[in-house]
């Protein structure tokens, strides 16, 4: 295998491997959720982690690792697909990063985590700049076992965590596919007033919370004329891409609404070109979160 011309390396999440392998180009290898690659960086919907400057370090030994990878920077996370021992011995001599669960809302680390792994026995691939502040992507939070009626809150701790913005106390948020009310939770905690709206009931603890209404039916009845002013527009409703875009396209043109967190849902494999149009939007990112299942997540946020 060729190493040396490694220009970029990308972790995607374990069940979705091949969306990530459709975007790249110069693919060299994969090893396990490590996609090597000849190519320069680009900016990947479907990678956890993109490693932007790997490089080969040459070793004669555990401490030899170590040692050349302090040299770098202090902090180093390991990928381990192979030689799992020796890896773990390298890592070891390096300084401790902390793997505790988040507690949210959090601040997001301010250190630059390098990413590693052993390519061979002798050779570390190592990328000090990598995309993601957090070891191999992963943003892992303390979980809520009373509160929230689904695990869905994750994926909003995650988005909001990255964004580095929160819905302020009085917000007037929708939440629109809110049942059975994780997201509505996570936002009722924020302080902010959530219309919550589902063809399904919500949760009855979530619906009874202070500052939650509840409107059952189609969200796609929602417009934009119905409300004079919306802080936050949130969609976790399943339904096909375009739907989805046609509907916050409505509410782009109004201008009623400058924030927008909502997942893009696939049904089969996932369609590259129905993404892009979300993409498109100006000030727009789409992204796969580590707590996405088969979808991505559209974020575009008033930075004001
Ligand atoms: C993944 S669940 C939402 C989970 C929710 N975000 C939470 O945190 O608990 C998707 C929801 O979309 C709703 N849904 C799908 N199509 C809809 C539509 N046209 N109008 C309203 N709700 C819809 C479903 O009833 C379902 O409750």
Redesign the pocket.
Known sequence: MVYKLIRSAYLGSKDYMTPLENELDGIIAIHDQLVLSSSVPVKSLWSLNTWHNPKILTIDSINDGAKKLKNIQRNWCLYSYQFHRRAKLIQEKLPYVSAKPLSFPCNLPTSPMGSWTLLSENQILASSNCSSLFKNGEIIFEENKEG???R??LK?YETLTKIEKLPKPGDFCI???????????VLQKLGAQVIS????LLDPRIASLPNVKYYK????SIKPSDYDKVDWL?S????FPEKLFDWISLWFESGKCNNFIC?IKFQGSPDYNSAKKFLEINGSQVMHLYNNKHELTFIHIDKK
């Open positions: 929230p009626p689904s869905a809150y909003l939440d629109a596919g809110g049942s059975p009310g994780g997201w509505t939770w709206i589902d063809r399904a039916g189609d969200v796609f949130f976790d409703v399943i339904c997942t």
